[in-house]
């Protein structure tokens, strides 16, 4: 084989062909879900206990870590007015993260929203927003309903769509004129 051949043969498998537009509206993957959520197979009912489970811990783990700094600032005497002020700040950021986190599993946030401007914000009450996605495995993987309600939309327009098709449009007779 020449040089010339061999820079021209893929290096690894073909990509896989997107799938034909006949095939129906896909679903939406949730994060750490995947798909799984159309059939609730797969391991959902595990992963839903598992990700519950692993938030409870990751958000406890961030609140003794919050602890520790709060204590460093006792140690360094920075005084009353700032420890009172970093734990005012870190209970708003995350009753804020909680409600944000929480209201995004039920819609998708407007283009022009402010949830650009409340990402720091986010970041910062990180514990609230891990509560959120612990207290809504509870109930559903997070996000499940709203890409339900969606997924479902779509496949009732793509079936309207499909059944109102009659045969070749190109086979079919000009109408008269009158």
């Not at 209970?91 to 022009?112: C, G, M, Q, Y």
């Amino acid at each position: 084989m020449s040089d010339d051949q061999r820079d021209q043969t893929p290096a690894g498998p073909a990509p896989a062909a997107p799938a034909s537009p006949a095939a129906g509206p896909q679903p939406e993957p949730i994060r750490f879900f995947g798909t799984t959520w159309v059939d609730h197979d797969g391991g959902y009912a595990l992963l839903r206990v598992g990700l519950a489970i692993g938030s409870l811990v990751t958000a406890f783990a961030a609140a003794l870590l919050l602890r520790f700094a709060y204590e460093g600032l006792e140690i360094g005497n920075v005084g009353p007015f700032l420890s009172i002020s970093v734990v005012v700040l870190f209970a708003v950021a995350s009753s804020i993260a909680f409600a944000k986190t929480w209201d995004s599993f039920r819609r998708r946030p407007a283009p022009s929203s402010d949830e650009a401007a409340l990402k720091g914000l986010k970041t910062i009450g990180f514990i609230g927003s891990l509560i959120a996605y612990f207290l809504r495995c509870f109930v559903e993987a997070p996000g499940e309903q709203l890409r339900r309600a969606e997924y479902e939309r779509a496949t009732a327009e793509f079936a309207r769509r499909r059944s109102s098709r009659t045969g070749n449009p190109a086979a079919r007779r000009p109408k008269r004129k009158k």
